[in-house]
Each structure stands twice: as C-alpha cells, then as structure tokens.
C-alpha cells in the first residue's frame, strides 16, 4: 500500500470511529456540585427517557470510580420504599462520594466508588426527580411496571454511555430493593441482550419473604429487650406483625384487637427509638417528625445523625438542581420518598426469593447481607429466608457459619452456600447498612465485587 493511501485510509478509520462512537453526554456532565470538594472523577446527573409519548422519565446520578474508571466494574444501585430516593439516601447519605454538612458537601471516605462505577437511579416515575407528565402514572405503579422501567432505563443509559457496555455489572440495593434488584435482573437475563454482563446482585436488609422476615421482628424486639415477654406473646399469637401489616395493606386500618397489641408494641418501644436501628440515637431537629421514621442514626464513629435532613436541605436548593440537571415536574420540591406515588402496596405479599433462586441456577453470583440493629428487616427472618433457598437449591455449604473481619474487628457473620449464594450480616449496623457502619460495607462490598469470601481471619 502506498504511504499516501495508507495515511488517508488510517484518517478514514478514525473519522468513522469518531462519527460512529457516542461520547459521554457532555449536557449531563456536572461540572462541580456547590460546596464539593475538589476530585479528580467525573459525575454525571440527567434523564433517560421511558416513554416519549406519556413524557415519563427517570432521574440518575452517575460516579465515576475514584481510579481507573475504565476496568472498573459498573453498579446500580436502587433503594427501596417503595418510593423513596437512591440519591438522596443511597448516593448522599449511605455510599456516595459526599456528605451534606452545612453548606459544603464532605467527602465519604469510604464511598462504593472506590471500587466501582457507581450508578444510582430515582425509580420509579414520581420518586425524587423522576416524573411522569401523565400523573395517571403514579396511581398504578407496582413490581412489573417498575422492573419494566428499570429495563428499558439501563438500555438507554447505555446508548449515553456506550463505553460501559459488556463491563461486568452488578445491581445492588436494600430493604425494597429486595423486590426490585431481583426482578430487574432476572428480566435482563431473561431478555438476552448480549451488552448486559450481569455478574451478581447484593441486597441488604431486603424484603424477600413477607410472612417470615416481618414475623421475625417480635422476637427480635424481645430478645434486645424493646418489649416484654407478655407483649411478646401478644405479637406472636393475638395478631403478629403480618398480619398487621396486611390489614393496612389491604384496608388502611386494623381490627381492635391487632390495634391494641399495635399500639402495646409502640409504647412499650418508645417513639424515640428507631426501628431502622434500635441501639442509636435519632436526629432531634426541626423535620424531626421525618427523622424518626426514617434512618438517621449516630454510630461509635462520629456519622451525622441528621444526614438526610441535611441532604433534603441541600438537594432542594436552587444551585444544587441546577448542577445536577435536574428538574421538578408536578411538584413543589424533592423529597426523600415520593408523596405522589401511589405504590400497588399488596406487591410487599409477592415473595421474591424464587427470583433470587433462578439467578443463582442461571450462574448469577447473589449476596444477602443485613445490617444486625434492624428490627424492620430482621436479620434472623433474612438468615431463615436465604438458609431455606440454600436447602431448596440443594446447595451445600461451602464457608461454615463464621465471623467475618474488617478494620482488626469481627465486622459481622457469613455463610456462603455453593459459592454462589452468600448471607453476612454486618455488625453494628442499620436497616441502611453503609451509613451507620462504612468502613466494614466497604470491605463487604470489595469482597462481594471480586467473587471473593470475606475475611475470616485478621
């Protein structure tokens, strides 16, 4: 080939390289989010359209990893609820790469995108700064519609971010979330698209199994002493929290006897404890009314315990939606969990552990970890579920029952069933496991990403 025509077709390949390749969306780039520190990572924040003709679409902040971006894995990351915001809890109060305080944003020094491009998403329509321009939409939402958006969202965002398809993903999330990673991921496995390299799923304090994992908070509220042995009988055998539970579901109010066994289980818990961690304190502040339902807890190492006070402040300034792209649409401010949202709540009675046994026949690598201070999703209800699928999959165990290490202290138990399919509880944490304990779900999380166990020794 002669020298002149070898030049021109070299050209050639990098024009068409360059015409056909679809550089990251510089629109939703963020240049700098107010009062951030300076990193050397890049953000992004915008929309990936659902349907064009209804206008629904959906809200994402994506992270960078810290290093070496491009061999890092990708992982999505969805809270639960349902209807309630994986920026404002998981990204800025759990695992992101900043914490409000103030005016400023401090940086999380054990922030998930440390080992991974991180990828969190307001889901569905109506939550956070996703929206739907047909309100109709938020007054039949349930598991399959989500799970259907959640499908076509990750397809588009990956039209936006091309250079992360076929990169090993893992979807990731808690409490609902133990609803909504598993039907998402058993959907992209069932869909066959070839750039979804799914490689594992991780749930923390998920809802899987009504019956068993809401039944298991009476004799976990007992055994930390929260209620007494005849109100632990009453929560047992007059009316349990199933079936409270149902009765709201299903009529919005209880039947006189489980509203007097109801309301001998508050007093006797107190107000002021958290159910999300009964051993840590509340934030006291002027939202406090919101403070004790959700999870703003004050571990042994200094963790702002009115975090998502801070972080509803902060991403409800006018600056702040400005640098991240975003926009509210049918509402006067964002929220940490949607109050527009009319969620199809007897979806909470479908189990999804099943979901979770079909990943792990179909090689998806599954971990189930609790936060051990959690009376909602109690971790002796998630270790009987997980146990109970282990047996039904005729997977034996390949790490005995054991404590695990992180930071030269016991960090938590595990079991691990076929190599496959992992249960870990991690010590000393919360219904929202890496905000009250970082430092030891960043060790879970690096373990859980590399296919390896956890340290069983220091």
Known sequence: MQPELQAWTVLASLILTFLTASPLPLAEKITSLPGQPRVSFQQFAGYVTIDEKQKRSLFYYFVEAQTAPASKPLVLWLNGGPGCSSIGAGAFCEHGPFKPSGNILLKNEYSWNKEANMLYLESPAGVGFSYSANESFYTSVNDQKTAEDNLVFLSRWFLKFPEYKNRDLFITGESYGGHYVPQLAKLIVQSKINYFNLKGIAIGNPLLEFNTDFNSRAEYLWSHGLISDSTYESFTSVCNNSQIRRQIIQTGTLTPVCAEVYSLVSRQVSKLIDAYDVTLDVCVSSLSSQSLVLN????????????????????????????????????????????????????????????????????????????????????TGTRSVVNGLAKELGLNTTVPYGAWFGGRQVAGWTQVYGDILSFATIRGASHEAPFSQPERSLVLFNAFLAGKPLPQSL
Do not use: F
Not at 355 to 364: F, R, S
């Open 296 to 379: 703003r807890l004050q571990g042994t190492e200094k963790i702002d315990v009115c975090v998502e006070d801070e972080t509803y402040i902060y991403l409800n300034r006018k600056d702040v939606q400005k640098a991240l792209h975003a926009l509210l649409v049918g509402v006067s401010g964002w929220s940490i969990c949607s109050d527009t949202l009319r969620y199809d709540m007897r979806n909470l009675e479908i189990p999804t552990v099943h979901d979770v046994g079909a990943l792990v026949k179909a090689g998806i690598r599954v971990l189930v970890y609790s936060g051990d201070q959690d009376s909602v999703l109690p971790l």
